[in-house]
């Protein structure tokens, strides 16, 4: 079976551009998440979705990030105008939440993309 | 924010000999999980642990949780060289619905020849 598919692997731009890192779910699944990953800070949720609906987005650093679900196999998490400090590996993880269990499924993550912001 | 802090930071054993891994979390949970992270890659689930429950195993894992510490172990056994890799705790809680995880700062292991 297909895992989470991420998109690029990997990304180097300069300060300033925009940046766009895309995520395919596992197929059936119904929640998404975006992680951060640095040295310092360690893994940090962004953003996540239910059903295709932002639920929660206290994660997001500010108003230069933002994400969108347009439909249930495809995500992405945009950087706008992008900056040195925003330099991490970005992870998207899926799961399936359905009905009084939901909180015990396991997340499956794809394997990042290592953005470097020059 | 970080719920969970792991202890050790870093491990460095022997192939064969057991690896314990210690989580210690500040909230209440409804679950907790065990990833792995190898290097360059994104996280695998290996065990969840459901906070009703005090002991589970899956091969050569064996998690406890005990819940009036707010703290929880990963033993993996007879460990292979394999295993090197990053092993993180994550709680699970209700507060706002949905399957949110929060992590923790993670346990290096590097199991060597």
């Known amino acids: 079976d297909a895992g989470v598919i991420q998109s690029p692997r990997h990304e180097v731009t300069e300060m300033g551009q925009e940046v766009t890192l895309r995520c395919k779910p596992i197929?059936?699944?119904?929640?998404l998440f975006w992680y951060r990953q640095t040295m310092m800070r360690g893994l940090e949720l962004l953003i996540y979705?239910?059903?295709?609906?932002?639920?929660?987005d206290s994660g997001m650093p500010e108003d230069r990030f933002s994400a969108k679900m347009p439909n249930a196999s495809f995500s992405t998490l945009k950087i706008q105008p992008s900056e040195p400090r925003d330099s991490a590996v970005y992870f998207c993880a899926s799961s399936l939440a359905q009905g009084e269990v939901y909180s015990n499924q396991p997340q499956h993550f794809g394997d990042g993309t290592r953005l470097s912001i020059l | 924010s970080q719920q969970g802090e792991e202890d050790p930071q870093a491990l460095s054993i022997q192939e064969g000999e057991n690896a314990t891994m210690n989580c210690s979390y500040k909230?209440?949970?409804?679950?907790l999980q065990w990833y792995r992270q190898n290097s360059g890659r994104g996280l695998v689930h290996l065990i969840l642990?459901?906070?009703?429950?005090r002991e589970k195993h899956s091969g050569r894992l064996r998690v406890t949780l005990d819940t009036s510490k707010k703290s929880s172990s990963l033993l993996i056994t007879a460990s292979r060289a394999a295993d090197t890799a990053s092993y993180f705790c994550?709680?699970?809680?209700?507060?706002?619905?949905?399957?949110?995880?929060?992590f923790g700062t993670g346990t290096q292991l590097k199991v060597e020849l």
């Open positions: 994550a709680t699970v809680d209700f507060t706002g619905g949905g399957n949110k995880l929060t």
């Open positions: 909230t209440s949970i409804n679950n």
């Open positions: 197929s059936g699944h119904n929640s």
């Open positions: 979705f239910n059903n295709n609906v932002p639920i929660d």
């Open positions: 642990i459901r906070s009703n429950e």
